[in-house]
């Protein structure tokens, strides 16, 4: 079944009753090797080759003492150098050792220790959690488990397991202490993703302000704050402050993905466009089946392609985040400075015209939610090319057409009559 633990003493009391049982004796020799009891494990094999074995019985124990020999030599040599500080050559033979004593609770803590020394602190619990179970009330294991994974920034198994910790002891000072330094941590951020999920940033980014002036000390509990401030500011529509963090971010890890598509959003919003696509580019080198990124990096194409040809944020000089209301106070006061009947000189009336029509079209598409959508996705609904199935378009017509047409009737202050020759 497994329970090789529970077979000790009932292997143990057998011995008892019949002092010369080989067949129990070598089993017992074979765990108590494997828990690495070596020096007990040596006394049973000793005594089967005394009590009359059979041919396969002596020839058994023989090769087990040879090999509980070499294990001792191997942890002498492993004690040496962990004792040098020689972690790489403690953790070869720990390694070798192992194999054969694969239930040694305190050689897998002595390799966890060589593995945090070495920067491997994944490897360190995995010994940890094996030593957890190999012996009992295992308090300092929990406590080292629940540490390691705090430094590695995962919150939410630091706290599971420095409860098993104080499972075992409630009243122990350092799990206890470390408990309520990771609950503290654990409450904020899971306050500040659900205001993410609720799209309240800027309270998130207020409590992952608050993660990093809790835990300060170590590094990955900043960055990863920074890296949903970056998604808030992102999400928020401040570009500014989107750029400035996720660049933070992308300083110490340069392939962030997550940053890196947070940060191209906020360069659409500025226009930045170029600086967008190779962003999307970079993110998709690392997660080339991320939807996501494939359809940023196709708008980002698109709506570069777009400025290159009529802008209509630009026409009317408003950001691309720009609500309703000042789409049409820009358009307002366009309409009244380019409005041909300002202008006497022929030339100077026909770049008016030319001008006027730009700033109608702009306001018809960006104060219409559908179209501006369009717009915003890189389409321009105005444009016959980037229409599918072809069609006229609207726009593409003289002066003429617009008389009559009043650019205040939103319902401004203003009446304004056309006169025409």
């Given at each position: 079944m497994g329970k090789s633990k529970a077979a000790l003493p009932d292997l143990t009391k057998v011995i008892e009753l019949k002092m010369d049982f080989t067949a129990a004796r070598l089993q017992r020799?074979?765990?108590?090797?494997?828990?690495?009891?070596?020096?007990?494990?040596?006394d049973d094999f000793k005594k089967v080759l005394k009590s009359n074995p059979s041919e396969n019985e002596e020839?058994?124990?023989?090769?087990?003492?040879?090999?509980?020999?070499?294990?001792?030599?191997?942890?002498?040599?492993?004690?040496?150098?962990?004792?040098?500080?020689?972690?790489?050559?403690?953790?070869?033979?720990?390694?070798?050792?192992?194999?054969?004593?694969?239930?040694?609770?305190?050689?897998?803590?002595?390799?966890?220790?060589?593995?945090?020394?070495?920067?491997?602190?994944?490897?360190?619990?995995?010994d940890l959690k094996a030593a957890s179970k190999l012996k009992n009330d295992n308090t300092e294991a929990f406590y080292k488990i629940s540490t390691l994974y705090y430094q590695l920034g995962d919150h939410e198994l630091s706290l599971s397991e420095v409860r098993e910790c104080l499972k075992l002891d409630q009243d122990h000072k350092r799990c206890f202490a470390h408990y309520k330094q990771v609950k503290k941590l654990n409450k904020l951020i899971e306050?500040?993703?659900?205001?993410?999920?609720?799209?309240?940033?800027?309270?998130?980014?207020?409590?992952?302000?608050?993660?990093?002036?809790?835990?300060?000390?170590?590094?990955?509990?900043?960055?990863?704050?920074?890296?949903?401030?970056?998604?808030?500011?992102?999400?928020?529509?401040?570009?500014?402050?989107?750029?400035?963090?996720?660049?933070?971010?992308?300083?110490t890890e340069p392939d962030n993905v997550?940053?890196?598509?947070?940060?191209?959003?906020?360069?659409?919003?500025?226009?930045?466009?170029?600086?967008?696509?190779?962003?999307?580019?970079?993110a998709q080198e690392h997660n080339e089946n991320d939807q996501q990124i494939r359809e940023g990096l196709e708008k980002a194409q698109r709506l570069l392609k777009q400025s290159q040809k009529r802008d209509y944020y630009k026409i009317l000089g408003v950001k691309r985040n720009a609500k309703k209301q000042e789409i049409i106070k820009?358009?307002?006061?366009?309409?009244?400075q380019w409005h041909p009947d300002n202008f006497q000189n022929e030339e100077e009336k026909k770049k008016a015209e030319k001008k006027f029509i730009d700033i109608a079209a702009?306001?018809?598409?960006?104060?219409?939610?559908?179209?501006?959508?369009?717009?915003?996705?890189?389409?321009?609904?105005?444009?016959?090319?980037s229409q599918q199935g072809g069609g006229g378009n609207p726009f593409h017509r003289s002066w003429n057409s617009w008389q009559g047409f009043n650019p205040f009737s939103s319902g401004g202050p203003f009446r304004f009559k056309f006169h025409f020759n």
């Open positions: 020799g074979h765990l108590l090797l494997k828990q690495g009891k070596l020096d007990e494990a040596e020839k058994e124990a023989q090769f087990q003492l040879v090999k509980s020999d070499e294990m001792q030599r191997l942890r002498s040599q492993a004690l040496d150098a962990f004792e040098s500080s020689d972690y790489t050559a403690a953790i070869t033979f720990l390694d070798k050792i192992l194999e054969v004593c694969v239930w040694d609770a305190e050689l897998r803590e002595l390799r966890a220790e060589c593995f945090i020394k070495e920067g491997e602190p994944r490897k360190a619990i995995s306050s500040a993703e659900e205001l993410i999920r609720d799209g309240r940033y800027t309270d998130a980014t207020s409590k992952y302000e608050s993660v990093m002036k809790t835990e300060p000390s170590v590094a990955e509990y900043t960055i990863r704050s920074k890296e949903r401030i970056c998604h808030c500011f992102s999400k928020d529509e401040k570009p500014v402050e989107a750029i400035r963090v996720c660049s933070e971010v992308l300083q997550n940053a890196l598509k947070d940060r191209a959003e906020a360069y659409l919003i500025e226009e930045m466009y170029d600086e967008a696509i190779q962003d999307y580019e970079t820009a358009y307002r006061k366009l309409a009244l702009a306001k018809e598409v960006l104060s219409d939610p559908e179209m501006r959508k369009k717009f915003d996705d890189g389409e321009d609904p105005l444009d016959a090319e």
